[in-house]
């Protein structure tokens, strides 16, 4: 049983971070384009309804 409300993932690139995470609840889905700013991830993971989990992929860049 999964006890986070919001899953996220994660494609970490040298200049950019693609996001998508969609809401177990409401099935909402939703898309961003980030900076590599750890601020900027954390804010934007800050302004999904929680508790949220996370997971990411990076290559050699990223």
Do not use: C, N
């Amino acid at each position: 049983m999964f006890t986070e409300r919001t899953s996220v993932g994660l494609d970490v690139h040298a200049r950019s971070v693609a996001a998508a995470a969609i809401d177990g609840v409401t099935g909402e889905l939703v898309q961003a384009k980030l900076t590599p700013s750890h601020e900027h991830i954390r804010t934007w993971i800050g302004g999904l309804p929680g508790p949220v989990a996370v997971a990411y992929e990076a290559g050699p860049t990223g």
